[in-house]
């Protein structure tokens, strides 16, 4: 019967799949656990109790989903807004922003709750930019913390779709500026091309004057000079100085107190208008964004490529200094540092490296953007069967229209509405069926990405689908998950170190059903906000709330905290009204209390510092016992732990021992004060489990009462029976 040590020194393996539990040969079996549920892994290997969730708000209306995201100006001014029915309201500092105070910040959107899933935003300082496929993008922007506005983002100067072919369909305005009647040989418009942009090319008959004359916004003129003939649109009025004689071929030049914007070397020009009203197939009104040449009829012409009927961009990013917006298996970015320009070429049909950028994915089979991340290599591209980099054709030259390809990377594809997620180094996504989390990076010995499964030794964790994701960076390096059931994952990253850590967590009974993740107020760590659905006195309920960092000390769900003068009662709880509830008042476990009128009595002396919150429990049961076998390995012979010795940091509470035989560990020494909590534990606790023998050795951690809990290593004193 050898007895042995069996030292569990980290847990970076996370929560392990059962296929693993015959797998003691692999080093990541003796750094897992079968079960860790509410507790988080450090990154240094040992696991802590998760921090609780505060709660903030209710949402508009609780009988609605709604959904988080993120708008971070800077690291010490950041807001979470709830996106709901046709709204979006304001949160920072752990609250709602009100003005007058008692009314919340609000703005009208146009997106229902059924579009709130496949809404895709980015930001750039205090705009945010947002697309789906069935509405115009958006503009929302921020003035001040109380002032916040929507906008339609209007592209100009595209993109657009195929030039027309038959030189018999043509157009024809009615006036070069202001409204127009815009006049089609045949059928070419749809009642739902209202808000498209056009184009029409016509020839340029005002030339360069020979004296100073007076220009408008939008006027056209050509200039000759060694036999090139180039024209110029005026972008800012003036009076001309003679300066265009030497045809420069820049988009700002100064002539006079003239501006002019070179437009290609050609004698026709391209104009555009905004279609704004429909009377049938061949007549339309239009509003002229650039002043036509001439009111003469035209075969070259465009119509833009978003619209209500042919769609509108469902994804949006940046990359190199260009918003880029997709859809179906296409992408177009803006003009380099011009976001609203689609320009593609000059009108001559040159192309400079400048230029707006159109790529459509070419490939066997039909694509589906979902997402897009911006690398340094190129923008990768995730669609619903494969992924993409997006790049420069020829390595020597910049990225332009004429020098952009789109290269396969992997075959995996992206689930449905889950946008990836840079961490770590890294971009995450969730393959097509919401069980992997891929890890794309790039190897340099295939000088291509890789796409690694970081679910490999957990498969189980995702049963059901993930759904949401959100990566919190400071201070332990965690990407947070919500599953299809309603429960967050969460998965300790951090690949240098060789952790990758999944756990699971149930918030206090809630089904978690969207996640996002901003810097705290002070800027120091970040924070996991969600939106938890609970039923709240047979009333289904929306709560907006918040996870602070590990260190929090709060370890209640839907929790308030209060600091002050000492008191027996806490008030403010009309969202738990009928809970029982779970209390730590100056450190201390008091007696679970039911909320009656939003307040509960606490039991015991009144108290500075007390959390009021819904209970939750953390368990870890560890893998099978793997030591002090005579023969081969001890998998499957009897063996009976006889000591658990436990290293632990700042902890109190909690019980170990054998499944379901668990028992307290003691903290309280002769000498403390009775009526005070002991102090927080840093150090060895030992228990000796109750029980005989049995074929695993599996221990046992668990725990509901609100303190803290770390443990950074795990000894088991075992005899093996074979």
Known sequence: MPAANQPQTNFSSGELSPRLLGRPDIEQF?????????????????????????????????????????????????????????????????????????????????????????????????????????????????????????????????????????????????????????????????????????????????????????????????????????????????????????????????????????????????????????????????????????????????????????????????????????????????????????????????????????????????????????????????????????????????????????????????????????????????????????????????DAYSTADATILSEHITAGGVTALAWCEEPDGLLYGVRGDGALLSLTFEPDQRVRAWARHSVGGAVVETIAAIPNPDGTADELWLIARRTIGGVTRRYIEFIEAQDSGHHVDAGLLYEGAATGTVSGLAHLEGQTVKILADGSVRVPQVVAGGAVAISGPAAETIRVGLPYTHRMRTMPAEAGAGKGIAQGQAKRVHKVRLRLLESLGSRCGYVGREQEIPYRRAGYPMDQAPPLFSGFKEVDPEGGSDDEGVISIEGDDPLPFTCTLLIRELVTHG
Not at 399 to 428: E, F, H, W
């Open 30 to 446: 003796g750094n897992g656990a079968q079960v860790l549920e509410n507790f988080t892994v450090l990154p240094q290997g040992g696991i802590t109790r998760r921090p609780g969730t505060y709660f903030v708000a209710e949402t508009k209306d609780s009988s609605k989903r709604a959904r988080l995201m993120r708008f971070v100006f800077s690291t010490v001014q950041a807001y979470m807004l709830e996106f709901g029915d046709q709204y979006v309201r304001v949160l920072r500092n752990h609250a709602r922003v009100e003005s007058p105070p008692g009314t919340p910040v609000e703005i009208v959107t146009p997106w229902t709750e059924a579009h709130l899933p496949a809404l895709s935003a980015v930001q750039s300082a205090d705009v945010l930019f947002l697309a789906h496929r069935s509405w115009q993008p958006r503009k929302i922007s921020r003035t001040s913390d109380t002032s916040w506005s929507i906008a339609t983002f209007d592209a100009v100067g595209g993109p657009w779709d195929e030039k027309n072919l038959d030189a018999s369909k043509t157009l024809a305005p009615s006036a070069t500026t202001g409204s127009v009647t815009i006049t089609a040989s045949s059928a070419v418009f749809a009642a739902t091309d209202v808000g498209r942009l056009m184009r029409l090319r016509q020839g340029v008959a005002v030339a360069y004057p020979g004296s100073p004359t007076a220009f408008s916004v939008g006027d056209t003129t050509v200039a000759k000079v060694d036999g090139i003939v180039r024209s110029y649109r005026c972008i800012g009025a003036g009076t001309t100085a003679q300066i265009l004689i030497n045809a420069s071929e820049a988009d700002y030049i100064t002539d006079g107190t003239c501006v002019w914007k070179f437009l290609g070397r050609s004698q026709t020009v391209w104009s555009s208008a905004r279609i704004t009203g429909f009377t049938d197939s061949t007549h339309v009104t239009a509003t002229v964004i650039d002043r036509l040449p001439s009111t003469a009829v035209t075969g070259e012409w465009q119509l833009g490529a978003w619209s209500d009927t042919t769609g509108w961009p469902q994804c949006v990013t940046f990359h190199e200094e260009r918003i880029v917006f997709a859809r179906g298996q296409t992408i177009w970015m803006s003009r380099t540092g011009d976001f609203p320009d689609f320009t593609p070429t000059y009108d001559d049909g040159e192309v400079v490296a400048t230029h707006a950028i159109t790529v459509t994915i070419a490939d066997d089979e039909v694509q589906d953007i979902i997402w897009m991340a911006s690398t340094p290599r190129g923008l990768l591209v995730g669609t619903r069967s494969a992924e993409y980099l997006v790049g420069q054709a020829s390595a020597n030259q910049p990225m332009a229209g004429d020098n952009v390809k789109a290269a396969r990377q992997s075959d995996r594809g992206t689930a449905p509405d889950v946008p990836a997620i840079r961490a770590g180094g890294a971009v995450l996504f969730m393959q097509k069926a919401g069980r992997k989390l891929r890890e794309m990076r790039y190897a340099y010995d295939a």
